[in-house]
Nanobody, 120 residues
Framework: VQLQASGGGLVQAGGSLRLSCAAS????????MGWYRQAPGKQRELVAT???????IYVDSVKGRFTISRDNAKNTVYLQMNSLKPEDTAVYYC???????????????WGQGTLVTVSS
């Protein structure tokens, strides 16, 4: 199983970016999918998660600015980031809880990370 993230880049404060993360490989089912971020010198933190049914949660600092969504048919999760701030600068990692067979436990898989830089 692999998670391939894309969409990071350099943007000015107030701008927007859209991150994508596609899961591929031997997948039986995907439960929660989400995005985390790690800024320089800081611990990795949860940004947002979404269930297969579309229920989402966000860290307070991004509420009203970021929107997480997913396409279950494509095994893909998205993060639309609007009104970006310099403090959003970080490496963003996608995460998915995946079962590779019906009677196996689910495991957390991680993407490779994509850098988002917001200039002031």
């Amino acid at each position: 199983v692999q998670l391939q993230a894309s969409g990071g880049g350099l943007v000015q404060a107030g701008g927007s970016l859209r991150l994508s993360c596609a899961a591929s490989g031997s997948i039986f089912a995907i439960n929660a999918m989400g995005w985390y971020r790690q800024a320089p010198g800081k611990q990795r933190e949860l940004v947002a998660t979404i269930t297969p049914g579309g229920t989402s949660i966000y860290v307070d600092s991004v509420k009203g600015r970021f929107t997480i969504s997913r396409d279950n048919a494509k095994n893909t999760v998205y993060l639309q980031m609007n009104s970006l701030k310099p403090e959003d600068t970080a490496v963003y990692y996608c995460n998915a809880d995946i079962k590779t067979a019906r009677f196996q436990s689910q495991y957390a898989y991680w993407g490779q990370g994509t850098l988002v830089t917001v200039s002031s």
